[in-house]
Every structure is written in C-alpha cells, then in structure tokens.
C-alpha cells in the first residue's frame, strides 16, 4: 500500500492548491480542444446507405427523421457489436445494425 506524507494543514492546503490550477489549467485545455472538435467541418453523405431497422430497410436520410442532428450509440456485449440510432429521447430505436 502506498504510504502518503503526513503533512500540516498549511501545507496540505498549499498542495491542494497547487494542484487545483493544474486541473484548471487541464479543463481549459480540454475544453478548447473539444470547441476544436466542434469546429470541424462537415462531410457531405453522398452515398445512399441503408440500413436494417425495427420496421425494414431504412435510408439513412430517413433516420434523421427531419432533424439536423442523429444520436447514436453502440452497444457491445453478447456477441457481435451492435449499433442503434434513435429519433429523439424515450423513442425506440430506429435502426440496429452490425458494426
């Protein structure tokens, strides 16, 4: 087990201190690098992809569902890989697939 130094409660606050500017310092990094990621630009789909949904075959233009913007997620577990769109909150999957 690892033994920790036993310090006053001056220099424990000086440590503390000291290591709260470094997690500050590293959350504005991250956070201008994940305003870079926001940043990049967008590829247009030109392909027509289809995929296997709860219903049938369904385009990807239709699992926007008129929206800008698709969620999606993976779940692993079980066997192969599986990945699911969905509409919007509490709605059921629109597609399921193998990654």
């Given at each position: 087990?690892?033994?920790?130094?036993?310090?006053?409660?001056?220099?424990?606050?000086?440590?503390?201190?000291?290591?709260?500017?470094?997690?500050?310092?590293?959350?504005?990094?991250?956070?201008?690098?994940?305003?870079?990621?926001?940043?990049?630009?967008?590829?247009?789909?030109?392909?027509?992809?289809?995929?296997?949904?709860?219903?049938?075959?369904?385009?990807l233009s239709d699992l926007f569902d008129g929206r800008s913007q698709?969620?999606?997620?993976?779940?692993?577990?079980?066997?192969?890989?599986?990945?699911?769109?969905?509409?919007?909150?509490?709605?059921?999957?629109?597609?399921?697939?193998?990654?």
């Amino acid at each position: 087990m690892t033994r920790h130094e036993i310090v006053s409660e001056e220099q424990w606050i000086e440590a503390r201190r000291a290591l709260l500017a470094e997690e500050k310092a590293w959350t504005r990094e991250r956070d201008r690098l994940s305003q870079k990621r926001r940043a990049l630009p967008w590829v247009k789909v030109e392909k027509n992809y289809v995929f296997e949904g709860v219903d049938g075959p369904v385009a990807l233009s239709d699992l926007f569902d008129g929206r800008s913007q698709l969620h999606v997620w993976s779940r692993v577990g079980g066997g192969m890989p599986r990945l699911f769109a969905a509409r919007g909150p509490g709605r059921r999957p629109a597609a399921a697939f193998r990654a």
